[in-house]
């Protein structure tokens, strides 16, 4: 999928935050295992809602999420007139949670770096998750401008200062757009970040949890063995004397 059309839930929120809406955004990192899950929520208010129509209500323009694999949860409205959208992939290594907040937030986007360690011992598994979330001054990372290489040279020609433009969408991004990650980590609880403008933030979080898996399957092929081999002995014809 071209770099330009990637999910845009986080980087092309733009015209919603230039009429001055509220967008709350949590983005959830669950690891099970060597994958987890990367959840998207998106929590829109009347206004913003008005802005963008039928677009966000209908759940259309959706389908570029689900070519890159991103399952696409029913709109549902909320009791002020707003709207949640809900989108999510899963993993399968470790090496692939950076490649789907990349996807989420595009390669000039707010979260950055995301990496996943994992690390077994005989009864341990060790994990780390370490990444950084950064909307840029006045919350300019939210805008889009970074993923759009060539939206400045189409504003200049058609006579409008894309520098202006910029400063005007990081102003509005740093009042409307409510930025939080939530990190879950086998054998610990959750852990949340509320993303500031302008405050650049470290994600460092990890945790060991017990893994019974390998010395389970360890005693339950034993005791196959052994009982294989029970058998063989029975069945095994007994020498007779002569």
């Known amino acids: 999928m071209p770099r330009r059309r990637r999910l845009p839930i986080l980087a092309v929120l733009a015209a919603v935050l230039l009429g001055g809406c509220r967008v709350d955004a949590t983005v959830e990192t669950r690891v099970h295992e060597a994958g987890g899950?990367?959840?998207?929520?998106?929590?829109l208010?009347?206004?913003?809602?008005?802005?963008?129509?039928?677009?966000?209500?209908?759940?259309?323009?959706?389908?570029?999420?689900?070519?890159?694999g991103w399952t696409v949860s029913p709109v549902r409205k909320t009791n002020g007139?707003?709207?949640?959208?809900?989108?999510?992939?899963?993993?399968?290594r470790p090496g692939d949670l950076g490649v789907v907040m990349g996807e989420l937030a595009g390669p000039g986007g707010p979260l950055r770096d995301f990496r996943l360690d994992r690390h077994r011992s005989f009864l341990k598994a060790s994990y780390r998750v370490r990444g950084t979330a950064d909307l840029?001054?006045?919350?300019?990372?939210?805008?889009?401008?970074a993923n759009s290489p060539d939206l400045p040279a189409r504003l200049r020609d058609a006579g409008v200062d894309p520098d202006r433009v910029q400063q005007l969408l990081a102003g509005r991004a740093a009042d409307g757009l409510h930025l939080r990650l939530v990190v879950s980590l086998p054998g610990t609880?959750?852990?949340s970040w509320a993303v500031?403008?302008?405050?650049?933030?470290?994600?460092d979080v990890s945790s060991v949890a017990t893994d019974w898996a390998r010395p389970v399957l360890l005693i339950v092929a034993g005791l196959a063995g052994a009982v294989v081999l029970r058998r063989v002995r029975r069945l095994r014809p007994r020498s007779t004397q002569t």
Do not use: C, M, N, Y
């Open 37 to 43: 899950t990367v959840t998207a929520r998106v929590v």
């Open 45 to 68: 208010d009347r206004e913003a809602v008005a802005v963008l129509g039928g677009a966000v209500v209908d759940g259309a323009q959706t389908s570029d999420l689900h070519r890159a």
């Open 81 to 92: 007139g707003g709207a949640e959208v809900e989108v999510s992939k899963d993993f399968h």
């Open 136 to 145: 840029g001054p006045g919350a300019a990372a939210a805008t889009g401008f």
């Open 189 to 191: 609880g959750s852990r």
């Open 196 to 203: 500031e403008p302008g405050r650049p933030g470290t994600i």
